[in-house]
């Protein structure tokens, strides 16, 4: 376990939706002994300074495509928690280097400076889209995943561990279609891709305390994907735009009518909890142990978003979407 008080934590993409409430929750609640936030954007560091006063914040500007700035940043450090993506999606298919040399060749120089400077644990934050990708990001955040597991070959005998957390839409962020329905909902009008569309989604604040919670869990090379409920489409437009007119504009190039958090390959690697699923390593060369308490799941088993048994009512999504 995590003595988070003595711990010296750095977290990427410290700016943005994810980041920020990490922070907000590590000061909170377990108060580490520096918290450094790394990011890319000078304007969002000022804001977060203005927002967030206490003595154990450092605030360094750089990127994770810069080795040498993360080894200096690194320096001294326990814990990465690396949220640090390219994520949008019609963005990295136009632009697919600038996502490899973020989401792929960033999460190497991760990798390497944290084995270098000594970090003991890694935490990297990917997608649902890594899973069974059809576009670039979530290629990106498949092959990202298969570094992290992978860097225990290198790391552990270092002192260095290395896992991934798997999970689907957070509720709010930006990018996400809540803030584009609320604020379509004045037109009258609100656009839908598709009205069997499925997704999972996940409180930004869940997703954070499961990051928590996985970074001090973790052995090495596990993928940790939550129990998480589904919503359907029309249901959130019913909660968050009820009344206004539908327009229906058809699933854009690279999206999913239903999205996976495991597959049914995946699955044969995996441990069932009560709340989670852990996908355990395929090729581990290091030492790693099952984790006990758990069991396999049922032969064939994906976890899907049209076939998950928890379900997000409309009262439950009009309450997130208000609040």
């Known amino acids: 376990m995590v003595d988070w008080r003595n711990a010296a934590v750095l977290v990427t993409g410290g700016t943005g939706s994810f980041g920020n409430k990490f922070v907000e929750i590590m000061l909170r609640k377990y108060h580490p002994k520096r918290l450094?936030?790394?990011?890319?954007?000078?304007?969002?560091?000022?804001e977060m300074m203005a927002r967030f006063s206490d003595p154990s914040l450092r605030f360094f500007i750089g990127d994770v495509r810069d080795k040498e700035r993360l080894d200096r940043a690194m320096h001294g450090i326990d814990i990465v928690v690396h949220a640090a993506a390219l994520k949008q999606i019609p963005s990295c298919e136009y632009n697919p280097f600038e996502a490899i040399q973020t989401n792929v060749i960033g999460g190497k120089n991760i990798i390497d400076a944290a084995i270098d400077q000594g970090v003991k644990r890694v935490l990297a934050v990917s997608t649902d889209k890594a899973c069974q990708p059809i576009n670039l990001y979530g290629a990106t955040k498949l092959c990202a995943e298969k570094?992290?597991?992978?860097?225990?070959?290198?790391?552990?005998?270092?002192?260095?561990?290395?896992?991934?957390?798997?999970?689907?839409?957070?509720?709010?962020?930006?990018?996400?279609?809540?803030?584009?329905?609320?604020?379509?909902?004045?037109?009258?009008?609100?656009?839908?891709?598709?009205?069997?569309?499925?997704?999972?989604?996940?409180?930004?604040?869940?997703?954070?305390?499961?990051?928590?919670?996985?970074?001090?869990?973790?052995?090495?090379?596990?993928?940790?994907?939550?129990?998480?409920?589904?919503?359907?489409?029309?249901?959130?437009?019913?909660?968050?735009?009820?009344?206004?007119?539908?327009?229906?504009?058809g699933i854009r190039?690279?999206?999913?009518?239903?999205?996976?958090?495991?597959?049914?390959?995946?699955?044969?690697?995996?441990?069932?909890?009560?709340?989670?699923?852990v996908i355990e390593p395929i090729y581990p060369s290091w030492p790693f142990r099952s984790r006990a308490g758990g069991k396999p799941p049922a032969a064939g088993f994906r976890y899907s978003s049209e076939t998950n048994d928890w379900w997000f009512s409309e009262a439950e999504m009009r309450g997130m979407a208000d609040g």
């Open 36 to 46: 450094v936030i790394f990011s890319r954007d000078e304007l969002k560091q000022s």
């Open 147 to 249: 570094l992290f597991v992978q860097a225990n070959a290198y790391g552990h005998a270092r002192g260095t561990v290395f896992g991934v957390i798997r999970y689907g839409n957070v509720i709010g962020s930006r990018g996400s279609v809540v803030p584009l329905f609320a604020s379509q909902r004045a037109s009258g009008t609100v656009t839908v891709t598709d009205p069997g569309m499925t997704r999972f989604w996940i409180r930004l604040e869940q997703g954070v305390e499961f990051a928590i919670r996985c970074a001090s869990l973790m052995r090495g090379g596990e993928i940790f994907v939550p129990k998480i409920p589904s919503m359907r489409m029309m249901d959130l437009v019913a909660a968050v735009a009820p009344g206004c007119r539908v327009e229906y504009i």
């Open 253 to 277: 190039p690279g999206e999913k009518l239903h999205e996976i958090l495991m597959s049914d390959d995946e699955s044969r690697q995996a441990v069932e909890f009560e709340d989670m699923f």
